[in-house]
């Protein structure tokens, strides 16, 4: 049971890594690959601290730190599109910001 499960999280981690390497041109969908990648790191913690039955704070603390970075991106993407019209990251230029 737990080989699978360790294979999953695996196959997890491996697909956002990838998403998040190849898709260059939306934010958003760069902003979705983070997000997949910290859910695979909070079930990592969990089933860990679960396994030694501690650190039930720990697990709120991470969650309300990758609540605030999610809402950190959300933000960014909004007064992005708000300044630029669009997502495309390629037709931002950096220094302009």
Known sequence: MMYMLETSLLIMILTSLYSFCSLH?????TLLSLEMLVLVVFMMIFLFMNSYNCGGYFILMFLTFSVCEGCLGLSILVTLIRCHGNDYILS?????W
């Open 92 to 96: 931002i230029n950096t220094l302009t």
């Open 25 to 29: 041109k939306h934010l958003l969908l």
